[in-house]
């Protein structure tokens, strides 16, 4: 795959002061379903690495990505590529960008605005998240899953239910960064509340996983 170097999406050049609404919606490209290595040969090169160049993601990179981790593959129906507990579609990915945060939106294949500066180096604890392409954010609605969990037990399902299915988007990420020539690790050690806080999350949204993704350094 032919490398861009230090390519940035142009609507993405913001300084820190602009504020959040000042930020406009970005469509992505449409994705490339069609290309990529085979399934096996992805599998066999799947790995998590911690060490990225600091190199951007050219935005057509940046859109089959995030169709790949969540994504609609059936139009007709709005179903996703990751599998997702009773269809409840509760996991959303953020993306943390060197300039700003994002929403991906799936329905029309769109980054919507969240935050205007970098929270790269609040998605994680290593040192190396700051510095990445893209931190991704699984963060998981609640209130999707239906009506407030009747005890205990059925909170706990959900939560489990939540990061499976956050853990399922992880790894269609992973496959497709071994198809690219990605570097890519999927985190837990996150400050959740706090990541929560940036983010201005709701008391019923809670970030579950991170994904680090870049290019590999060289």
Same mark, same amino acid.
């Given at each position: ?149 009747? =005890? ?38 996150? =400050? ?27």
């Amino acid at each position: 795959m032919k490398r861009i170097h230090k390519t940035i999406i142009p609507a993405l050049i913001l300084s820190s002061s602009v504020m959040a609404q000042d930020l406009a919606p970005i469509t992505l490209p449409p994705p490339d379903t069609s290309g990529g290595k085979p399934l096996m040969e992805a599998i066999k090169n799947r790995r998590s690495t911690r060490e990225f160049s600091p190199d951007s993601l050219p935005p057509a990179v940046l859109s089959d990505l995030l169709w790949a981790a969540g994504g609609i593959n059936r139009p007709e129906s709005g179903k996703r590529t990751a599998p997702s507990a009773m269809n409840w579609q509760e996991i959303d990915i953020y993306v943390a960008l060197p300039d700003a945060a994002y929403r991906y939106e799936p329905k029309d294949h769109s980054l919507q605005p969240v935050l205007a500066g970098d929270i790269r180096a609040q998605t994680g604890m290593q040192p190396f998240v700051k510095d990445a392409a893209v931190n991704l954010v699984y963060v998981a609605n609640f209130t999707r899953m239906g009506d407030p969990p009747k =005890d205990e037990g059925e909170r706990l399902r959900r939560e489990n239910m939540a990061y499976a299915d956050a853990a399922f988007m992880c790894e269609n990420a992973y496959l497709y960064c071994a198809s690219a020539g990605l570097a890519a690790v999927v985190r837990a050690s996150i =400050d959740s509340e706090r990541l929560a806080k940036t983010l201005s999350l709701s008391a019923d949204q809670r970030p579950l996983l991170a994904q680090t993704i870049g290019y590999p350094k060289e």
